[in-house]
């Protein structure tokens, strides 16, 4: 069966955008069928590429885990040329995306106000660390000192340690999916419209949304939450436990799952357990339960749990390590691990796109750019530049095009 061309296919993003939460955004537009053209520094590109190691071939493992299905290119913004090269893109572009500090794309002439004018279909995203308001409005922000000022860290960890951050930049992450999905809101709108709009997000405001049930347990009952562990503040039990030989993850969200729980554990009395009857009991309770499950559990392989859990019809899980994980067979299933041929690495497995359309998942179309490597492609396709206006635009230092 021929591969779908996507439901963004001929819509054109450019992407000034660098490190996580932006390019984690076009990355999933670019998967979706998008031409994303990732507009770079020359010599020095986004600051992703220099984060290692690992490297292999050269090319930085965080780089490439964040740009498959983008095209790039080297375009020196200092310059007056290069400015009206990126300007002249921007017009003729469904979306621009960008996450410098506020401020720096009116110093270009990139503005949302100076391209509308020109271009009033565009949809254009602008991602900062706190907003353009406030008190820090206009400051950078990083993803580890976010979710330390959000309260992401104060919750993360366990109760007698120190607060810990989460293993991967989850609220650039959180920033990124946003963004993609308003953006292709936006482009909904505007075929009813046919006008384009500004989308403002914030790491912090993200991060804000991401509290969630600690939000709510806050404003609505004047609770803070605590570092927990793994423990669920408000689900008993529902949290890690450990067997013979590791820990597994057992949850009963509900009264009937803990009833099959207890009669898996062979301690079918615990159910009728006035202590237990109900969430609420066991939430009152835990400092009893937990610790009379955990020698229970500790009496059996993980491996043995998880099958008779599993039988019970008690969600369970093994705690995997990352390569587990990515070896997993229900992984290799889904098909969230691809292998591609990269010019400079040779056949590599990657992280693939994971969202399918009409039962199958894009493919990895293009390999995580090399900096500038279709700098010709791009201005020939979106400018009409033929060869010899390239050429000379590189050979004046505008522009770069990787060999």
Same mark, same amino acid.
């Given at each position: 069966?021929?591969?779908?061309?996507?439901?963004?296919?001929?819509?054109?993003?450019?992407?000034?955008?660098?490190?996580?939460?932006?390019?984690?955004?076009?990355?999933?537009?670019?998967?979706?069928?998008?031409?994303?053209?990732?507009?770079?520094?020359?010599?020095?590109?986004?600051?992703?590429?220099?984060?290692?190691?690992?490297?292999?071939?050269?090319?930085?493992?965080?780089?490439?885990?964040?740009?498959?299905?983008?095209?790039?290119?080297?375009?020196?913004?200092?310059?007056?040329?290069?400015?009206?090269?990126?300007?002249?893109?921007?017009?003729?572009?469904?979306?621009?995306?960008?996450?410098?500090?506020?401020?720096?794309? +009116?110093?270009?002439?990139?503005?949302?106000?100076? #391209?509308?004018?020109?271009?009033?279909?565009?949809?254009?995203?602008?991602?900062?660390?706190?907003?353009?308001?406030?008190?820090?409005?206009?400051?950078?922000?990083?993803?580890?000192?976010?979710?330390?000022?959000?309260?992401?860290?104060?919750?993360?960890?366990?109760?007698?340690?120190?607060?810990?951050?989460?293993?991967?930049?989850?609220?650039?992450?959180?920033?990124?999916?946003?963004?993609?999905?308003?953006?292709?809101?936006?482009?909904?709108?505007?075929?009813?419209?046919?006008?384009?709009?500004?989308?403002?997000?914030? #790491?912090?405001?993200?991060?804000?949304?991401?509290?969630?049930?600690? +939000?709510?347990?806050?404003?609505?009952?004047?609770?803070?939450?605590?570092?927990?562990?793994?423990?669920?503040?408000?689900?008993?039990?529902?949290?890690?436990?450990?067997?013979?030989?590791?820990?597994?993850?057992?949850?009963?969200?509900?009264?009937?799952?803990?009833?099959?729980?207890?009669?898996?554990?062979?301690?079918?009395?615990?159910?009728?357990?006035?202590?237990?009857?109900?969430?609420?009991?066991?939430?009152?309770?835990?400092?009893?339960?937990?610790?009379?499950?955990?020698?229970?559990?500790?009496?059996?392989?993980?491996?043995?749990?998880?099958?008779?859990?599993?039988?019970?019809?008690?969600?369970?899980?093994?705690?995997?390590?990352?390569?587990?994980?990515?070896?997993?067979?229900?992984?290799? +299933?889904?098909?969230?691990?691809?292998?591609?041929?990269?010019?400079?690495?040779?056949?590599?497995?990657?992280?693939?796109?994971?969202?399918?359309?009409?039962?199958?998942?894009?493919?990895?179309?293009?390999?995580?750019?090399?900096?500038?490597?279709?700098?010709?492609?791009?201005?020939?396709?979106?400018?009409?530049?033929?060869?010899?206006?390239?050429?000379?635009?590189?050979?004046?230092?505008?522009?770069?095009?990787?060999?």
């Amino acid at each position: 069966m021929a591969q779908s061309p996507g439901p963004l296919a001929g819509v054109r993003v450019l992407d000034f955008s660098r490190v996580v939460a932006g390019p984690f955004c076009t990355m999933l537009l670019g998967d979706y069928g998008a031409d994303v053209v990732k507009v770079e520094r020359p010599g020095a590109g986004d600051d992703t590429r220099a984060w290692g190691p690992p490297f292999r071939g050269g090319e930085s493992a965080y780089f490439l885990a964040l740009n498959r299905n983008k095209r790039s290119i080297a375009i020196d913004l200092g310059a007056d040329e290069g400015r009206a090269l990126a300007i002249a893109l921007a017009q003729r572009a469904d979306v621009l995306l960008e996450n410098f500090r506020p401020g720096a794309m +009116a110093r270009l002439g990139l503005d949302y106000a100076a #391209l509308a004018a020109h271009n009033p279909r565009l949809v254009y995203a602008s991602l900062s660390g706190f907003g353009t308001r406030g008190p820090l409005g206009g400051q950078a922000g990083y993803d580890v000192m976010v979710s330390g000022m959000g309260g992401l860290m104060s919750i993360t960890g366990y109760p007698d340690g120190p607060p810990a951050k989460v293993g991967v930049p989850i609220v650039d992450m959180a920033t990124g999916l946003s963004a993609h999905g308003a953006i292709c809101a936006a482009l909904l709108a505007r075929e009813r419209t046919g006008r384009g709009q500004y989308v403002e997000l914030s #790491l912090l405001a993200t991060q804000i949304a991401l509290l969630l049930n600690a +939000a709510s347990d806050y404003l609505l009952a004047g609770k803070v939450m605590q570092r927990g562990g793994t423990a669920h503040p408000s689900i008993v039990p529902y949290q890690a436990f450990l067997a013979r030989d590791g820990y597994m993850l057992v949850g009963a969200a509900n009264d009937g799952l803990f009833r099959r729980l207890c009669a898996a554990l062979g301690h079918p009395e615990w159910a009728d357990d006035p202590r237990y009857a109900t969430n609420g009991d066991r939430v009152r309770h835990r400092g009893d339960l937990i610790p009379a499950m955990e020698a229970v559990l500790r009496e059996r392989e993980v491996a043995d749990w998880l099958a008779a859990l599993a039988a019970a019809g008690v969600p369970c899980a093994p705690i995997n390590p990352v390569d587990r994980a990515l070896e997993d067979p229900q992984v290799a +299933a889904l098909g969230v691990v691809q292998e591609v041929d990269h010019p400079t690495i040779g056949p590599t497995r990657l992280l693939a796109p994971y969202v399918q359309f009409d039962g199958a998942a894009p493919p990895i179309r293009e390999v995580p750019p090399r900096l500038g490597a279709d700098t010709a492609a791009v201005l020939h396709d979106w400018l009409g530049l033929d060869a010899a206006a390239v050429e000379r635009l590189r050979a004046t230092g505008v522009v770069a095009q990787t060999e």
